[in-house]
């Protein structure tokens, strides 16, 4: 993932002076997705291959009494998060202790716990996706209202993202309500889902997000040129100025329009 991020971002924004960063971001996560499909297309295989080894060493033990082997969630039970002495040099400092050309690696990305705040913090007032459908199986009740069997019913991540109850100052732009100690209620904060429909590309996500944001903190400084750009929903929720409804439509150049302005490469 670092390799193809930085090859991209090598590409479409070193020596640039303005940068189109929707667009191009959408090509960082496609080209990234295409590339580690593939390598993990051929790496199924191999798994589906270790996999039934292993259901026919445990159907065996099974049929001999032994008892099933339990296996514990590790979700979120990672080592004791050490603290970050310094939030905002979080980057700086696995950037700074790597070698030349050396690649990040999953004990870096476990580092990136503030990054992964911020993320989450954005993700709160605009989630990526904003509810899914699912069908009542049942006649069932649910605060007053019957629901019957067979019914589509819609469920929506962002309907607790402004209570006051489960996020303080909802208003706020504050990272650190997702630290470990402050971590918001069970099914409170649901950008990716619950339960046993859980996203099943939640860490992938983390790691290509944990990348992008590692590599262009690295490398670029910058200052946004469209302050309090809205961000419209259409099918993902997309800034104002890429989306094709020409919901402004007093647009001048666009040059005015481009969002981030990057300045000095470290
Ligand atoms: C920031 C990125 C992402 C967000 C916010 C997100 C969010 C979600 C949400 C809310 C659901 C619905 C869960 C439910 O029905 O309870 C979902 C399902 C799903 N996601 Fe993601 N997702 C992301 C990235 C990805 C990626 C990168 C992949 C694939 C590699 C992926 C694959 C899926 C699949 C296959 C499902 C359906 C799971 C099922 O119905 O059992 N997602 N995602």
Request: aromatic share 10%; proline share 9%; with cysteine.
């Amino acid at each position: 993932m670092d390799s193809i991020t930085q090859e991209q971002l090598q590409i479409h924004w070193q020596g640039k002076d303005e940068v189109k960063v929707f667009p191009v971001s959408k090509t960082v996560t496609l080209t990234l997705a295409c590339t580690i499909f593939y390598r993990a297309n051929k790496a199924a295989a191999a798994i589906r291959k270790e996999l039934v080894t292993v259901i026919k060493e445990k159907k065996a033990a099974m049929t001999s009494g032994a008892p099933m082997i339990v296996v514990t969630d590790p979700n979120g039970k990672y080592m004791p998060e050490a603290k970050i002495a310094d939030k905002m040099m979080e980057q700086l400092e696995i950037s700074e202790a790597k070698k030349p050309g050396e690649l990040l690696d999953w004990e870096d990305l476990l580092k990136m716990k503030y990054s992964w705040n911020v993320m989450c913090e954005v993700m709160r007032p605009v989630p990526p996706l904003q509810g899914t459908f699912r069908e009542a199986l049942c006649d069932l009740t649910y605060a007053g209202y019957t629901i019957p069997k067979g019914w589509k019913v819609y469920w929506t991540v962002s309907t607790t993202k402004k209570n006051p109850q489960y996020f303080s100052d909802p208003e706020k732009f504050n990272p650190s309500r997702f630290e470990e100690s402050e971590a918001p209620a069970p099914y409170t904060y649901v950008p990716f889902g619950g339960g046993p429909r859980l996203c099943p590309g939640k860490e992938y996500a983390r790691l290509a997000v944990l990348t992008f944001i590692h590599n262009v903190v690295k490398r670029f400084k910058w200052e946004v040129l469209i302050p309090n750009e809205k961000v419209l929903g259409d099918m993902m929720p997309t800034p104002e100025y890429f989306n094709p409804v020409p919901y402004n439509t007093s647009r001048k150049s666009t040059k005015e329009f481009v969002c981030l302005k990057p300045r000095n490469c470290l």
